[in-house]
């Protein structure tokens, strides 16, 4: 069975950090780009990284608001993407989610959120 999974949120102090895990299962992870979303509450789901697949050299793309304060990276060993963020700030709290398609090798159509395969999400929040 094809599937995402997502762990690691949670509670975390505006500054602070936490580690996102997607293990991917069913597929091998590595030939496919990755991408992690988010969605406030009451807002619609946005990109905000993506890694591409080893025939693109696993380039990392983010959008501006996270540059800086997110990487994303590959677990080879352990099927994952984790997504490592830091500097947290009141504007973060979301579910999280990430996200592939057999179909892409690279990120340019996995930002485009029309994708197969998503996990279940993870809920993260931020405060005092």
């Known amino acids: 069975q094809v599937q995402l999974v997502e762990s690691g949120g949670g509670p975390a102090q505006p500054g602070g950090s936490l580690r996102l895990s997607c293990v991917a299962s069913?597929?091998?992870?590595?030939?496919?780009?990755v991408g992690w979303f988010r969605q406030p509450q009451g807002k619609e789901r946005d990109w905000i990284s993506c890694?591409?697949?080893?025939?693109?050299?696993?380039?990392?793309y983010y959008r501006d608001f996270v540059k800086g304060r997110f990487t994303i990276s590959r677990d080879k060993a352990e099927n994952k993407v984790i997504l490592e963020m830091s500097k947290l700030t009141p504007d973060d709290p979301a579910v999280y989610y990430c996200?592939?398609?057999?179909?892409?090798?690279?990120?340019?159509?996995?930002?485009?959120?029309?994708?197969?395969?998503w996990g279940q999400g993870t809920s993260v929040t931020v405060s005092d």
């Open positions: 890694m591409g697949s080893k025939s693109v050299n696993y380039s990392p």
């Open positions: 069913g597929f091998a992870g590595d030939d496919h780009a």
């Open positions: 996200a592939t398609d057999l179909y892409y090798t690279d990120c340019a159509g996995v930002i485009t959120g029309l994708l197969d395969i």
